[in-house]
């Protein structure tokens, strides 16, 4: 339930942010804490969920550099799932 709150908090930030590159590294954050939390506590699931919106969000600001270095940032974590890379790998192969 938090997961998909924070996701859908997140998406409304990059909506109605002006600066989109500012609201884009706000969102990411709020994203990142909550991913941090996932992977530390084990819950795969959740984590899956919260790396590929962070992927979405910035394809959707059509921020490439931002997408490159999210993906980068989150497949090189310490002790990263290798489900959630395999998503993270599956999600961006078609853009």
């Known amino acids: 339930a938090e997961t998909t709150e924070k996701i859908t908090q997140a998406k409304q930030l990059l909506s109605s942010g002006g600066s989109s590159s500012t ?3 706000d ?5 990142a804490a909550l991913e941090k939390r996932c992977r530390v506590g084990n819950d795969t699931p959740s984590l899956v969920k919260v790396c590929e919106a962070s992927l979405e969000l910035c394809h959707d600001a059509s921020d490439s550099e931002a997408l ?3 993906l980068k940032t989150l497949t090189t974590r310490r002790s990263q799932k290798s489900k959630a890379i395999a998503s993270l790998v599956t999600k961006c192969l078609p853009w």
């Open 23 to 25: 609201s884009l590294q």
């Open 68 to 70: 490159l270095a999210t």
């Open 27 to 31: 969102a990411l954050a709020l994203l």
